[in-house]
């Protein structure tokens, strides 16, 4: 996909890891 930069890249990284850390929690 050409619409994929490294900034959209950073930011999915960074929500799964918040998910993940979210979850881990309950």
């Known amino acids: ?3 994929v930069g ?3 890249i ?3 990284l ?3 890891l918040r ?3 979210l ?3 309950t």
Do not use: V
């Open 1 to 3: 996909p050409g619409g």
């Open 6 to 8: 490294p900034m959209t």
């Open 19 to 21: 998910a993940a850390e």
């Open 10 to 12: 950073a930011i999915l």
């Open 14 to 16: 960074e929500n799964t």
């Open 23 to 25: 979850s881990d929690s």
